[in-house]
């Protein structure tokens, strides 16, 4: 099944406010350093990066390591500028690629 | 001393301490989910819907609902509708007596069948990602709902089975299920604080497992926990011990898809 995200932006700010954004994507975040009931080793499989960009300025952007947990919960805080876009892109591992937005009004 | 030895001091300790066993049920009105049990921000997790990672699983569960399966070629939808409307209050009864079975169905069950009579698709495996997320996404339409447990006559039998079982000792530690969750509930074992064990929210996203997981995992868990040799998934005796455990909680609150520590 594809990937699942889950995004908590308020819908309104007034300009200057701070604002805090919540991101929740699914993801196994398999370490690379376990192993089967075989023995065999189970190959890494982790998102690398998050970014998030406020009508295309990156505003936030993280690294991530094995060390995170299954379905990584990324929140943060920024000013509301301007009425637009927030997109966020998470990439890892196998090509991962995942994409979502979510519309500000600034007034 | 290494954690595993710790743990068994502890078990040992509270064994002890618990002996000779009340074997009193919980009073109605005393009885609490381990949510309240929680921290602040793991209780924070559970309430937004944008930060509980179980609602990842129920996103997956809405479009299973809708999409065509099996020989049928028809959807869950196909014939419930809405599972708003159709699937609420639904898992706050069940499991529920089955016909064809001539015993009580747990939730997973009722779907496997509907999927092999209805959709003639293939079952999902137990704790399959499928599973999970079709179960919590139905669960989830009884959230804030008592759990009403059907007042079916046939059933008594498997409330019995299941008490029994609660109260019976097993496994190397020799202990019942009773002696830690109706006798010494508050109190704690090594960090964490032994919860009543009603199934409120089930299938929980337990931060531990870093996965969803459904009340036979839990039930699981508790019988390595004692040392005692866990039956396969599905297994009657699970079942029996889930009717018990729903009627043991009936009136309480569901919460799916609930979070825990």
């Known amino acids: 099944m594809a990937a699942r995200t889950l995004i908590n932006v308020p819908q309104k700010a007034r300009r200057g406010e701070v604002i805090q954004i919540k991101t929740l994507i699914s993801h196994i975040m398999e370490t690379g350093f376990r192993h089967d009931n075989v023995g065999r080793p189970i190959p890494r499989d982790i998102i690398t990066s998050f970014v998030c960009t406020y009508n295309g300025e990156t505003i936030f952007e993280a690294a991530l390591y094995q060390a995170i947990a299954a379905n990584p919960f990324i929140t943060f805080h920024t000013v509301a500028t301007e009425s637009g876009t927030l997109a966020f892109k998470w990439t890892g591992d196998n090509g991962f690629v995942q994409e979502a937005s979510a519309k500000i009004t600034v007034g | ?261």
């Open chain 2, 1 to 261: 001393m290494r954690p595993r030895a710790r743990l068994a001091v502890a078990i040992a300790a509270l064994a002890a301490a618990a002996l000779p066993s009340s074997g009193a049920e919980i009073p109605l009105n005393e009885r609490r989910s381990a949510y309240e049990d929680m921290s602040r921000d793991n209780k924070s997790m559970q309430d937004d819907d944008t930060s509980n990672p179980g609602m990842l699983a129920v996103l997956d569960g809405e479009a299973l609902w809708s999409a065509p399966a099996g020989a049928s070629g028809k959807s869950c939808a196909d014939c419930h509708g809405d599972a708003k409307a159709s699937m609420k209050g639904v898992a706050a009864r069940y499991p529920a007596f089955n016909d064809n079975a001539n015993r009580p169905v747990n939730l997973e069950q009722r779907i496997n069948l509907s999927q092999e009579q209805d959709q003639k698709a293939p079952t999902f495996a137990y704790e399959s990602k499928e599973m999970l997320a079709l179960t919590a996404y139905v669960a989830m339409q009884s959230r804030g709902e008592p759990i009403a447990p059907p007042a079916d006559p046939r059933l008594q039998l498997f409330i019995e089975k299941g008490r029994a079982a609660f109260n019976q000792r097993q496994g190397q530690l020799n202990l019942s299920c009773a002696q830690c969750h109706d006798d010494n509930w508050g109190k704690h074992l090594a960090g964490n604080t032994v919860p009543q064990a009603h199934p409120t929210g089930y299938p929980i996203y337990r931060l531990e497992w870093q996965s969803l997981g459904s009340l036979q995992r839990r039930l699981r868990n508790c019988m390595i926990g004692l040392r005692a040799e866990p039956y396969a998934y599905g297994a009657p005796e699970y079942v029996d011990m889930e009717v018990y455990l729903m009627w043991r909680a009936r009136g309480m609150t569901l919460e799916t898809p609930a979070v825990r520590p």
